[in-house]
């Protein structure tokens, strides 16, 4: 799973969806977690840097992440793919 190649990023945390139209804008950390996905991290590479550069319990971590995906999923920001 990635994100879409359509889909353009700005350092700052705007995202824009070309296809839709669709802006949002991130806090610093989803912009974080965004990069470091973008990078090809895994959920638990992105938790080992976000448990040590901020003030956040696994848990929480784990809540939060799974949301966040859950809404690019949600605005179609991800390609899914299937496994052969």
């Given at each position: ?6 889909i353009a ?15 949002f ?8 977690i ?7 991290k895994?959920?638990?590479e992105?938790k080992?840097v976000?448990?040590e550069?901020y003030?956040?319990?696994?848990s929480?971590?784990e809540?939060s992440?799974?949301?966040?995906m ?10 899914e793919?299937?496994?052969?």
């Open positions: 799973m990635k994100l879409k190649k359509k990023v700005s350092e700052t945390g705007f995202i824009f969806d070309p296809t839709t139209g669709d802006s804008s991130l806090n610093p950390t989803a912009v974080e965004l990069t470091l996905f973008k990078e090809g895994t959920e638990k992105i080992k976000i448990l550069n003030n956040i319990d696994e929480t971590f809540r992440y799974l949301d966040f859950a809404m690019l999923r949600l605005y179609n920001m991800l390609e793919h299937e496994e052969k």
